[in-house]
């Protein structure tokens, strides 16, 4: 049976029909990595304090006047959630690998891409939402104006997802490696780019008064091509890093 406690996932018993069901595998998965990232709380704070850490720091490199501030507050926010977005994308599949479990996850039957789907979702919660939802209190340390705060809570929502499905591709590849943090930077930032562009793009054209709906509709094309292709990906790639 899928369980749901703090083990390994299990394989499926052979008569258990209703476990093949891919949305029962999505929420088993789910609720198994929630509870196993709320074990290691280490991993839900470093990313926030990062965060925290970037924004707090960057008017004391460059200006701490109000008005450079502002102007370059959309860009400052959405590096610093995307740098703490890739700081715990090393762990997300490297307990498992390392205490067995991701081998029975390969050899089980239920779909590997439904599995690794629950924990980008998992990841995404833990990390993502969170600094999604602590974004609005960076921008007011940055002097951002009110009318973008929509538009960074909203271009964050839909692109931070992205960053999950995009870096969890990367952490598969390097699950085996030692130092693969490294690794994953070098191949995860530069697909990072086209959702930066587009979620700063968003922030400023809010601010300034312009139409959001096109970079959103963006973000959100992106996402969507993320969400159908990345699980597939990611699958590929532990096969292969298990494997060799």
């Given at each position: 049976m899928l369980e749901t406690k703090l083990q390994p996932l299990a394989v499926l018993e052979p008569d258990s029909d209703t476990e093949y069901r891919p949305g029962r595998i999505l929420l088993l998965t789910l609720k198994r990595e929630l509870r196993?990232?709320?074990r290691r709380r280490s991993d839900l704070v470093n990313p926030l304090i990062f965060f925290l850490m970037v924004a707090t720091l960057f008017p004391l490199g460059v200006s701490p006047e109000p008005s450079?501030?502002?102007t370059l507050a959309p860009g400052v926010v959405w590096v610093a959630a995307l740098l703490s977005t890739l700081l715990a994308m090393d762990s997300l599949f490297?307990?498992?690998?390392e205490d067995g479990s991701l081998e029975q996850i390969l050899l089980s039957p239920q779909p590997l891409f439904v599995v690794v789907f629950g924990k980008v979702l998992a990841h995404w919660m833990m990390t993502g939402l969170p600094l999604t939802l602590m974004a609005p209190l960076i921008g007011v340390m940055l002097f951002l104006p009110a009318e973008g705060m929509g538009g960074l809570v909203l271009s964050l929502l839909i692109g931070t997802p992205t960053l999950s499905l995009v870096g969890a591709i990367g952490a598969a590849l390097t699950v085996g490696?030692?130092?693969g943090g490294v690794l994953i930077s070098l191949l995860?930032?530069?697909l990072y780019i086209p959702v930066l562009i587009f979620g700063t793009a968003?922030?400023?054209a809010a601010v300034t008064g312009l139409p959001v709906a096109g970079h959103l509709a963006l973000l959100g094309a992106l996402l969507a091509l993320g969400a159908a292709l990345a699980p597939l990906a990611i699958a590929a790639a532990l096969r292969i890093s298990v494997s060799g």
């Open positions: 196993l990232a709320l450079v501030l502002a490297r307990s498992d690998y490696l030692r130092k995860v930032l530069p968003a922030v400023e």
